[in-house]
């Protein structure tokens, strides 16, 4: 009986969604994959893994069994590459961010860390929803706000500033706003997934309750839509430096902005953080640090210009 091969079997088959890839990664067929995982299933009790013609997707004692299997595996891969005198990171680094931040900061500065760490993998899930790092596996997490959940670590790598912003067109055809009380008045873009409540938006003052005739899960979704004349959006001003620079894009209400709230990268405090993780978090730091609006002493350049 080889647990770990079993263990190995399953663990990359939750992370491949394939048998097959397994199979072919491993060097020993398909079928011995999928016995490798039932007895892995029967030694335990329970099911790990749905299976379908479509799809294989793991159970809710499949997701929690994945986390601790794979955080065990890492300590053994560790400890066996040290033994062969391998220092450098390796394995697979799960990451979980907001669709925003990886797609324009960090996968364009990817190929310099993966240049620098040939012998790790890394996978992206992107999305603004909140994810359960452990239940999904998950080995690090970027979040803006404060940390809530005292099962999580966290290192602050930046400091994000959010900003009201239209188009002078939206501006020329309903005016502009000069107190955060103006909003009432206006089509503001709701961000369904903003922490502090989907139609609260926070100012210097205190929160002030917003509508409008569009609700978004996306920050790009609110960007593209304020481009396209739709409305008022709330945005990290890291994201429209371009458009504020190139008149685009008109900000609003510059005297009443919230304090800049932390950019996290979070992970679990119940597992052991690899080494893999423990060095792209000092890339995302280094990453961060140079992008105006999520670094202090990179202020981005936010004049209120009225519509002519």
Known sequence: MDKLLWMRCFVRAVETGSFSAVARELGI??????????????????????????????TAEGQRYYAQARQALDIIGEAEAQAHGQQDPHGLLRIACPESIGTELLIPALPDFLRRYPHVDVEFRLGDAYIDLVAEGIDIAIRGGKLRDSTLHARCVGQSTRICVASKTYLRQRGTPLQ?????????????????????????????????????????????????????????????????????????????????????????????????????????????????????????????????
């Open 29 to 58: 067929g398909q079928p011995n994959v999928s016995r490798h995982v039932a007895a892995l299933e029967k030694s335990l009790g329970t099911r790990l893994l749905h299976r379908s013609t479509r799809q294989m997707v793991a």
């Open 180 to 308: 955060p009380g103006d909003l009432a008045a206006h089509d503001c873009l709701v961000y369904t997934l903003l922490a502090a409540g989907n139609d609260s938006w926070p100012f210097r003052d205190g929160d002030r309750k917003v509508s409008g005739r569009m609700r978004l899960n996306s920050l790009d979704g609110i960007r593209r839509a304020v481009l396209n004349d739709l409305g008022i959006a709330y945005l990290p001003a890291w994201m429209v430096t371009q458009e504020l620079q190139s008149g685009e894009l008109v900000a609003l209400l510059t005297g009443h902005g919230a304090p800049p709230v932390p950019v996290n990268v979070l992970y679990s405090a119940e597992r052991r953080l690899p080494q893999r993780a423990a060095v792209f978090m000092d890339f995302i730091a280094q990453v961060l640090a140079k992008v105006p609006g999520l670094n202090s002493s990179k202020a981005v350049p936010t004049p209120s210009t009225c519509p002519k």
